[in-house]
């Protein structure tokens, strides 16, 4: 049986990290695919002190039971 696994976040090290440990959780026969995306959630058209985009990054990671 094959499972998803998806996980999102807006700091790029929580991120790694996060898929780092659950790629650690599994082995390499398990791992079918991976694929990563990043979304704008914040989009601001002017430069202001301390105003900055926001990007979310998710990782869809398909795995075997």
Same mark, same amino acid.
């Not at 790029?12 to 791992?31: A, M, P, R």
């Not at 989009?43 to 398909?62: D, K, N, R, W």
């Given at each position: 049986?094959?499972?998803?696994?998806? &996980?999102? !976040? %807006?700091? !790029? %090290? @929580?991120? /790694? /990290?996060?898929? !780092? @440990?659950f790629? %650690?959780?599994?082995?390499?026969? /398990?791992? &079918?695919?991976? /694929?990563? $995306?990043?979304?704008?959630? $914040? &989009?601001?058209?002017h430069? %202001?002190?301390?105003?900055?985009?926001?990007?979310?990054?998710? $990782?869809? &990671?398909?795995?075997?039971?």
């Amino acid at each position: 049986m094959s499972k998803v696994k998806l &996980i999102t !976040n %807006e700091r !790029n %090290e @929580d991120f /790694q /990290q996060e898929v !780092n @440990d659950f790629l %650690e959780s599994i082995t390499g026969e /398990q791992l &079918i695919s991976i /694929q990563y $995306a990043t979304t704008s959630t $914040a &989009i601001t058209t002017h430069t %202001e002190y301390g105003v900055y985009p926001s990007v979310e990054y998710s $990782a869809l &990671i398909h795995y075997k039971e």
